[in-house]
């Protein structure tokens, strides 16, 4: 699909309600058990959305459209939800979630892009030269990516419980 | 985890609502592409949870609780909704998906299944014995597995669209 800007809206004004839907009353029973060291939690995935919505996508759109002298982004923490997150409940931190996309998605719309904005460019730390499509494309993408290990951390729960069924779910071992 | 109907309810009553919160209003340039031969587009992916409800997770379950001479399930078909689905809309799906499985739950409930039902075995044309309790456990799995691979086949139209990103987005070449 080439990317189209309503067409990524639509992914990325659902995914909150999608998040609610899934996880909205889950017990820690599902929402705290992890795949193994340094990975995500349902409630991690949920905490590193929100610590995206605060410090990666839009800021970096805002570098990208300054066109200043340094358009380097500043790196992006992948753990930043271990602090961020301490304390809360998975309730406060769908709610968040929501809040802060919907007021950048207000942001994204209210700059009308074009195709001129689209191309121009900024520096990711490891990736190099990136376009603002590029950077829009995977602020989707990254949803869906964190939909699909959200579903499949949950998933992992009944690898034993679903017996020889395990053959058939290859999701329970990736 | 080990199973307990309550927490595999928890799973199986909020997957509808999931999948209409990430699919309901999405156009078929999203819901329509698949991921190659033999796979599912997102519209699939409802098409053949509706196929479950049916046939395969209740009317299972009824086998294994009449423990009758013949416990073997019939054969489930993984590809029953291409016919079946057709002509249809997504919305149309979605609404059915959650009709189907709200009456099953209610099914489910008002078995007041215990430790002894949950142990009771049926024969799978191809796993051979199962006891309830795995084909439960399945059923919740399953609906988790195609939450993923839906979320998955989304995010597959941004591969190229991503740019270097795609480095980071392992989801996108699965």
Redesign the interface.
């Known amino acids: 699909?080439?990317?189209d800007l309503d067409?990524a809206l639509?992914?990325l004004e659902?995914?909150p309600?999608?998040f609610?839907?899934?996880l909205?009353?889950?017990?820690e029973?599902?929402t705290s058990?992890n795949e193994g060291p340094d990975t995500f939690s349902a409630f991690d995935n949920v905490g590193h959305l929100i610590h995206g919505e605060r410090t990666d996508w839009i800021p970096r759109a805002r570098i990208i459209l300054a066109q200043g002298a340094d358009r380097r982004f500043e790196p992006f923490d992948r753990f930043a939800q271990q602090r961020e997150s301490a304390g809360r409940s998975t309730a406060e931190l769908l709610e968040e979630f929501a809040r802060l996309r919907a007021a950048n998605l207000a942001t994204l719309r209210g700059w009308n892009l074009g195709p001129r904005e689209l191309a121009l460019e900024g520096e990711?730390p490891e990736?190099?030269r990136?376009?603002l499509?590029?950077l829009l494309?995977?602020w989707?993408?990254?949803d869906?990516?964190h939909?699909?290990?959200t579903?499949?951390v949950?998933?992992k729960?009944?690898r034993e419980?679903?017996?020889?069924?395990r053959?058939?779910?290859p999701?329970?071992d990736?």
């Open positions: 699909m080439r990317f067409r639509e992914i659902r995914t309600a999608a609610r839907a899934l909205g009353g889950l017990p029973a599902w058990p990711h990736l190099g990136v376009t499509e590029q494309a995977t989707a993408a990254h869906l990516s939909l699909a290990q579903a499949r949950l998933a729960q009944y419980a679903v017996g020889p069924w053959a058939y779910l999701l329970l990736r």
